[in-house]
Nanobody, 115 residues
């Protein structure tokens, strides 16, 4: 299993970013996918989840209405569109899948929201 995130960077408050996670090594279309984040000094938290076919999504309360998770099963890629970004969204964002009972993580991509 390999997960490779991209798309992070520095953005001003109110701005937008789109994260991508390219997956390989498993049947992507059969598994729910997750985005987590971890801010300095804080625990890693679940941000958004999408079902295997993409028909069901869930979000942390802190990002509802601002973030959108989506997937393209033909491209083995999951996305996180982040709008109206706030300084408190600053964190390393990780792509995650639970495969055969084990959690797999990407290397993470840094998102910094600052003026």
């Amino acid at each position: 299993v390999q997960l490779v995130e991209s798309g992070g960077g520095l953005v001003q408050p109110g701005g937008s970013l789109r994260l991508s996670c390219a997956a390989s090594g498993f049947t992507f279309s059969s598994y729910a996918m997750n985005w987590y984040r971890q801010a300095p000094g804080k625990e890693r938290e679940l941000v958004a989840r999408i079902s295997s076919a993409g028909g069901s999504t869930n979000y942390a309360d802190s990002v509802k209405g601002r973030f959108t998770i989506s997937r393209d099963n033909a491209k083995n890629t999951v996305y996180l569109q982040m709008n109206s970004l706030k300084p408190e969204d600053t964190a390393v964002y990780y792509c995650n899948v639970r495969y055969w009972g084990a959690h797999y993580w990407g290397q993470g991509t840094q998102v910094t929201v600052s003026s």
